[in-house]
């Protein structure tokens, strides 16, 4: 008996944990949004581009097939980064995605080349969380508004941010070890 209760107590506990992490990451999400210089339709409208025009290079054979395009996108402003094996590919990319409803600007930052290994974009994940702490973690500049993509140690920055701001974000993504070039695609704001 006492056995069915260490193993009742034990699952009990796990699920709450579960629910814990669920309540955390929810809360997290809702203190992003809340302090989010984007407005809410324009937050959502990110959401749907990304979604579109990762379905768009999806769709179509040519950015499809051997490629590895990644979309983010910010107040209208879509970043395209990771690898592809032709210019004409990466031209495709960008014409597909620039006609979609809501992208302002496409940044066609996909480099010509092989898709990174699984090990790189790992360690592109580790750069990505290093600079996204040191943001958060620096009193000048509005973590919470800017956007770390790391794609083969290249860190993109998007956001809408003053000047102050990026050129700070720059400065210290720069000096992150493992980054090897910044690169601002924000939207600079009036004070």
Not at 3 to 11: G, S
Not at 89 to 110: E, H, M, P, S, T
């Amino acid at each position: 008996m006492n056995t069915l209760k260490l193993v009742c107590a034990c699952t009990l506990l796990a699920l709450l944990q579960g629910c814990a992490a669920a309540v955390v990451a929810g809360g997290a999400t809702a203190v992003t949004s809340a302090n989010d210089r984007r407005t809410l339709g324009a937050q959502i409208d990110d959401k749907n581009v990304v979604l579109k025009a990762t379905r768009a290079l999806s769709d179509d054979a040519s950015t499809a097939e051997g490629s590895n395009i990644n979309v983010t996108s910010y107040n209208g402003v879509l970043l395209l980064t990771g690898q592809t094996r032709s210019e004409a590919i990466r031209q495709q990319a960008q014409a597909l995605v620039g006609k979609i409803d809501g992208v302002r600007d496409v940044q066609n930052q996909i480099r010509l080349g092989n898709n990174t290994a699984m090990t790189t974009r790992t360690r592109d994940s580790w750069i990505s969380t290093k600079v996204k702490t040191q943001l958060l973690a620096d009193e000048q500049v509005s973590g919470l508004n800017i956007k770390v993509i790391t794609e083969n140690a290249e860190v993109f920055l998007m956001g809408l941010v003053t000047e102050q701001e990026a050129a700070k974000a720059v400065d210290i993504a720069r000096h992150v070890d493992g980054v090897s070039r910044v690169v601002r695609a924000f939207e600079i704001r009036q004070n």
